[in-house]
């Protein structure tokens, strides 16, 4: 009995009783004030567990809101972070892309070897002393020796270890590169040594189009010498 | 036994049977009971969430030209959404149907006009929705006092209280809702909870 009491009572603070029930129900409630007092303490606490509801529901939307507030700063530290590391990044590669044509040059430069008259058989003569001067490094000796080999009539084989020798020394390039310009209209067997060198020397002396014409010229040669490395140059000028 | 149960049983037995079976057979309530019925938390936050999420742009930018700075219109806008959750609870909510939208809406221009006045509502066109005005829960002084032994009840008693009370759940129901082990510690918890508030309230 008392189960289908308090199952009344909560169908009618339910307003699922039917409008007859419901007036008995009311007439029951005007004659009893401890049912009375009952429903009334019933009806107070759905508002109240209602309210605290509401006040759940609310905090809980108060906490959405802010947690998507708190993530905003952390998306734009991400993407600022982000920026940064590209930027970082792009600098890197900028300067490693700017390269100046002498630290290209430097880079790309070894002395070219003697390979005309080696001088390991220990056979020195008038002839092969400069390339012996050569092998130890005094340029300026081999230079000198060359010219004199060279007094009787130009040899371009010789000539091209004489502009070498020069070369080496670092201390004319215009003289070299005059000497180079003359080698690539002669008969020389070393004509793909001689744009290779040349563009090198352009390429010291920012003349970087040169640099570029005597590349492509060696890379169009049949001798596959310093092809990869002029393909490398030519798309660091690029 | 209570007096209306006797009265009813004594003076009109029939009646009193009709009436019990009304009860257990009718269930008018039975949508709203469905509705929350089987509700984890999570479940529940999801469909408030959802609704939250789902009209949060339309409204902001509905109401851009009213002269009411963000979190305003933002209070003004979860005040209404809970108020459309505990009308229609989770499972309506979820089916996202145009009458939530409409009520939703007009919660929200309802509380806007609240705000500022009923002229001043600054909208270009006029609201396509109709103004529902909600009075907002002040607790009298008997439902604070209520509210203080309510809290002080053990926390399964308050959730007992709650899905029976509020939620309309069978007492079977709560027993699969909550941690107590039969139907028998429910209605007795229920009662021996009720008792105690009573006797407080009288204090």
């Excluded at chain 1, 430069?109 to 092998?135: C, H, K, M, W």
């Excluded at chain 2, 009109?12 to 008018?28: D, E, G, V």
């Excluded at chain 2, 129901?173 to 039969?182: G, L």
Aim: aromatic share 10%.
């Amino acid at each position: 009995m008392e189960r289908e009491l308090q199952e009344l009572i909560r169908s009618y603070l339910n307003k699922s009783l039917d409008p007859s029930e419901e007036k008995a129900f009311e007439k029951a409630l005007e004659e009893d004030p401890v049912l009375q007092e009952e429903v009334t303490v019933l009806s107070n606490l759905q508002v109240v567990i209602k309210e605290q509801e509401r006040l759940l529901l609310k905090s809980r939307l108060q906490d959405l809101e802010q947690q998507k507030s708190q993530r905003k700063p952390l998306m734009v530290l991400l993407i600022a972070a982000f920026i940064l590391v590209i930027a970082l990044l792009s600098t890197v590669v900028f300067w490693q892309e700017e390269v100046t044509p002498q630290e290209l040059y430097t880079t790309y430069f070894d002395v070219y070897p003697n390979n005309l008259r080696p001088t390991a058989t220990g056979d020195i003569s008038e002839e092969t002393q400069p390339f012996s001067e050569y092998e130890l490094g005094n340029y300026d000796a081999a230079a000198n020796g060359f010219l004199v080999l060279m007094e009787n009539g130009v040899q371009p084989d010789l000539q091209f270890y004489y502009t070498m020798s020069i070369l080496n020394t670092g201390k004319s390039d215009d003289e070299a590169i005059m000497q180079l310009v003359s080698l690539e209209n002669s008969n020389t067997k070393y004509l793909p040594q001689v744009l290779w060198y040349s563009s090198l020397l352009y390429l010291k002396n920012k003349q970087l189009d040169s640099a570029r014409t005597q590349l492509i010229k060696l890379l169009n040669h049949p001798a596959l010498y310093k092809n990869r490395e002029a393909e490398q140059l030519l798309d660091k000028l690029d | 036994m209570n007096v209306l149960g006797c009265f009813f049983y004594t003076e009109n037995p029939k009646a009193f049977l009709k009436l019990r079976n009304f009860i257990y057979i009718s269930r008018t309530n039975k949508k709203l009971m469905l509705n929350r019925l089987f509700q984890s938390p999570g479940k529940q936050y999801s469909a408030l969430n959802g609704l939250y999420r789902t009209y949060k742009k339309p409204f902001l930018t509905e109401t851009e030209d009213v002269r009411l700075n963000r979190d305003i219109l933002l209070d003004i806008y979860q005040d209404s959404v809970v108020a459309t959750y505990q009308t229609y609870g989770t499972e309506r909510i979820k089916k996202k149907n145009p009458d939530l939208k409409s009520f939703l809406f007009g919660v929200c221009w309802g509380k806007i006009e609240e705000k500022i006045g009923n002229t001043s509502v600054a909208k270009k066109t006029t609201v396509p929705y109709k103004i529902i005005k909600l009075e907002d829960t002040v607790l009298s002084p008997e439902q604070k006092q209520l509210e203080k032994h309510f809290i002080a009840l053990s926390e399964n008693v308050q959730q007992i209280f709650k899905l029976y009370y509020y939620e309309h759940l069978s007492n079977p129901q709560i027993v699969a809702q909550t941690s107590n082990t039969d139907v028998k510690t429910v209605e007795s918890l229920r009662k021996r909870g009720l008792k105690r508030l009573l006797s407080q309230i009288k204090k």
